[in-house]
């Protein structure tokens, strides 16, 4: 165990640009409108709940990340 050499890792930041369509937050916007109107209709059993909170986290996520 001697004989093995101390190694030093560095790590990178990430440079890996994030592409993101365009038109996502008109297409958001659209989805969130028209469950505000299905629960507001008390119609919200067709709603996907997660679809909903994913479309929410998203740009959230980004702006966090973006604000640093």
Known sequence: MSNQKKRNFQIDAFKHRVVVDPKYAD???KILEHAIH???NHNASG?????L????????????????
């Open 53 to 68: 909170y994913r479309s929410l986290s998203f740009p959230f996520r980004f702006l966090l990340f973006y604000n640093l």
């Open 38 to 40: 299905e629960i507001y």
């Open 27 to 29: 297409k958001t916007w």
């Open 47 to 51: 709603l996907s709940f997660e679809e």
